[in-house]
């Protein structure tokens, strides 16, 4: 089953994790947004909050917006 979920994106954080604030997703990580680095990390932290593994989650858009799409193929 595939599922498909906005979030905002908060690189440079002190700690990775996902929260939903005011019906919106959060996802913070510590990477920042260079060279896709936070990207790679929000994939990392989805997988793990999902509990699939890092390659069933995939940025379908927004790879250089903070508002961004993610397919979360689960089982």
């Known amino acids: ?11 440079g954080a002190r700690e990775s994790g996902v929260e939903e604030k005011d019906g919106e997703t959060i996802v913070r990580v510590r990477e920042r947004a260079i060279e896709g680095a936070a990207n790679e990390a929000v994939v990392r932290v989805l997988a793990e909050h999902f509990k699939v593994a890092p390659g069933r989650v995939r940025l379908v858009r927004g790879a250089a917006a903070r508002v961004k799409r993610f397919s979360i193929d689960l089982p």
Do not use: A, G
């Not at 595939?2 to 690189?11: D, S």
């Open 1 to 11: 089953m595939e599922m498909l979920l906005t979030v905002r994106v908060k690189p």
